[in-house]
């Protein structure tokens, strides 16, 4: 079994719609995050997580919002999903560097293919 | 702010040709860098990374990226490359503010 988990893998909705999508996580780490990805733009941090307590927003978090529900689990949701929230959605994890502030090596799922029409 | 250029979307190469992947960053203090690669269909992974020490960095699969402070530049490098090195490729910095910032990616075609 993967390390982590997304779920669904691929999803069509239509505008409108709330979706959510969700990773689980066997690595036992603290560290969780949910990244978009587009065609020629690289990766883009949406929510990030450091416990089940501590949420915080990326770059591009408007639009989604996150639930951590456990260690092992968080989920990102689009209440109304519009079409330019077409994208690959990764969830990722990591452990402390030791270094503050520093993310170390992200483990990532393979990832959520959602298409809004 | 900090950020990730990757000039070249895409890159050919004919099977056991050397490889060069192109990476330049922006941040005014010390970075910390890394290379990923996605397989079609799946996700990232970590091919190496720098933090500090030696500048020359050996990866998984072969790579190697050396880092060139005066140049602002972590290029990735293979000898020679196998078919199954097809991918994206993707270097990012990260320097602090629980930030990383991944460049927008090289799609690399082998040709047999």
């Known amino acids: 079994d993967a390390d982590v988990t997304q779920t669904p893998r691929n999803r069509i909705t239509k505008t409108g719609k709330r979706i959510m999508l969700e990773c689980s996580q066997t690595k036992g780490h603290d560290r969780m995050y949910w990244y978009r990805q587009d065609p020629g733009l690289g990766l883009r941090l949406i929510y990030y997580s450091f416990d089940v307590k501590d949420i915080n927003k990326g770059e591009i978090s408007d639009g989604y919002s996150v639930s951590r529900q456990a260690q092992a689990k968080f989920s990102l949701s689009l209440e109304s999903a519009i079409p330019n929230q077409t994208a690959l959605y990764f969830c990722?994890?990591?452990?402390?560097?030791?270094?503050?502030?520093?993310?170390?090596?992200?483990?990532f799922g393979e990832g959520s293919r959602l298409t809004v029409l | 702010a900090q950020s990730v250029t990757q000039p070249d979307i895409h890159i050919t190469v004919s099977e056991g040709a050397s490889l060069e992947l192109r990476c330049n960053y922006s941040?005014?203090?010390?970075?910390?860098l890394f290379w990923y690669v996605q397989s079609p269909g799946q996700g990232l992974q970590l091919l190496l990374k720098?933090?500090?020490?030696?500048?020359l960095v050996q990866g998984i699969k072969g790579f190697e990226a050396e880092f060139k402070r005066s140049q602002s530049s972590f290029n990735l490098r293979k000898p020679s490359v196998h078919w199954s090195d097809a991918a994206e490729y993707f270097c990012a910095v990260t320097g602090g503010g629980n930030k990383l910032t991944f460049g927008t990616g090289t799609q690399l075609k082998v040709e047999l």
């Open positions: 941040y005014g203090a010390t970075p910390y």
């Open positions: 990722a994890t990591s452990d402390y560097t030791g270094l503050a502030g520093i993310v170390g090596e992200l483990f």
């Open positions: 720098y933090f500090s020490g030696d500048t």
